[in-house]
Structure formats: structure tokens, C-alpha cells
């Protein structure tokens, strides 16, 4: 298990989690939160599965998934804060994480599938 990737995806969840509970109290807002906590969570769910794995190839498409999920969730975190729901330095320190996930997978990823081959 990659430790260091999963327990920061672990904690970054948990900051999606609290995200997802402002936007909805605070903000009144339930559409894209609900998009949000759903790829935001998923990136540590994916890393989970992939420490399971039963193949270098399962544990590549496990990385990968997870690496997809997080590139979708900088993708929610920038819609949020361009339409007013996130200021800029709170949308900085969690986008900052989810960029720090995004390259540990990809560097994870490159690795597992230079070996692959």
C-alpha cells in the first residue's frame, strides 16, 4: 500500500466532506456539491481498491481511475469558485491538495505502466 498517497486522498476527502456540509448549509447549494463529493471522495475509495489489487495491471486501472477522479474534481472545485461559491483562498488550499494527489497518481501511474509493459 502506498501509504503516503492514500492518507492524503483519506484527508482530502475528509476536506470534500466538509466542503460538500458548507455548500449545502452556507451556500444552498446541491447540485454541484453533489458532483463534488462524489469524485472528491472517490479518489481515496479508488487508491483503497487498488492496495487490494490482485495484478500490476488492476493496480495501474485502480491508479488510474483515481487519478481521473481527482482531475474531475479540480475540474468541480474551478466551476465552484468561477460561479462565487468559493473564494479565491479557499479554492486555493483545497485545489492546491487535489493538484499534490493528482501528481503522486500520475507519477504512480507512469511508474506501474513503464513496468507493465
Same mark, same amino acid.
Given at each position: 500500500?502506498?501509504?503516503?498517497?492514500?492518507?492524503?486522498?483519506?484527508?482530502?476527502?475528509?476536506?470534500?466532506?466538509?466542503?460538500?456540509?458548507?455548500?449545502?448549509?452556507?451556500?444552498?447549494?446541491?447540485?454541484?456539491?453533489?458532483?463534488?463529493?462524489?469524485?472528491?471522495? *472517490?479518489?481515496?475509495?479508488?487508491?483503497?481498491?487498488?492496495?487490494?489489487?490482485? *495484478?500490476?495491471?488492476?493496480?495501474?486501472?485502480?491508479?488510474?481511475?483515481?487519478?481521473?477522479?481527482?482531475?474531475?474534481?479540480?475540474?468541480?472545485? *474551478?466551476?465552484?469558485?468561477?460561479?462565487?461559491?468559493?473564494?479565491?483562498? *479557499?479554492?486555493?488550499?483545497?485545489?492546491?491538495?487535489?493538484?499534490?494527489?493528482?501528481?503522486?497518481?500520475?507519477?504512480?501511474?507512469?511508474?506501474?505502466?513503464?513496468?507493465?509493459?
Amino acid at each position: 500500500m502506498n501509504s503516503l498517497v492514500y492518507e492524503k486522498a483519506y484527508q482530502f476527502a475528509i476536506r470534500i466532506v466538509n466542503a460538500h456540509k458548507y455548500l449545502n448549509r452556507e451556500k444552498k447549494e446541491f447540485v454541484l456539491s453533489k458532483q463534488l463529493i462524489r469524485s472528491g471522495t *472517490s479518489i481515496a475509495a479508488n487508491i483503497a481498491e487498488a492496495n487490494g489489487a490482485i *495484478s500490476t495491471a488492476d493496480f495501474s486501472a485502480k491508479i488510474s481511475i483515481a487519478y481521473k477522479e481527482c482531475l474531475e474534481t479540480k475540474y468541480w472545485l *474551478s466551476l465552484l469558485k468561477d460561479t462565487g461559491y468559493f473564494d479565491e483562498k *479557499s479554492f486555493h488550499s483545497i485545489y492546491k491538495d487535489a493538484d499534490e494527489i493528482g501528481k503522486i497518481l500520475f507519477s504512480i501511474l507512469k511508474k506501474t505502466r513503464i513496468t507493465d509493459n
